[in-house]
Nanobody, 115 residues
Framework: VQLVESGGGLVQPGGSLRLSCAASGFTFSSYAMIWYRQAPGKAREWVATITRDGGSMNYDDSVKGRFTISRDNARNTVYLQMNSLKPEDTAVYYC?????????WGQGTQVTVSS
């Protein structure tokens, strides 16, 4: 299983970014996908989950209405569209898949929200 995130960067408050996570090594369309984030000095926290068919999404209250998780099963990719970004969204963002009894993580992509 391999997960590779991309799309992070430096953005001003109120701006937008779209993160991508390319998956390989497992049957992507059979598994829910999850985004987490970890801010400096804090524990990793859950951000959003999407079901395997993309029919249902759930979000942490801190990002609800601003972030959108989606997936393209033909491309084995999950996305996180982030709008109205705030400085407190600054973190390393990770995608995660729970496959055959264990969690797999990507290497993360840094998102920095600052003026």
């Amino acid at each position: 299983v391999q997960l590779v995130e991309s799309g992070g960067g430096l953005v001003q408050p109120g701006g937008s970014l779209r993160l991508s996570c390319a998956a390989s090594g497992f049957t992507f369309s059979s598994y829910a996908m999850i985004w987490y984030r970890q801010a400096p000095g804090k524990a990793r926290e859950w951000v959003a989950t999407i079901t395997r068919d993309g029919g249902s999404m759930n979000y942490d209250d801190s990002v609800k209405g601003r972030f959108t998780i989606s997936r393209d099963n033909a491309r084995n990719t999950v996305y996180l569209q982030m709008n109205s970004l705030k400085p407190e969204d600054t973190a390393v963002y990770y995608c995660c898949a729970f496959v055959l009894g264990r969690n797999y993580w990507g290497q993360g992509t840094q998102v920095t929200v600052s003026s």
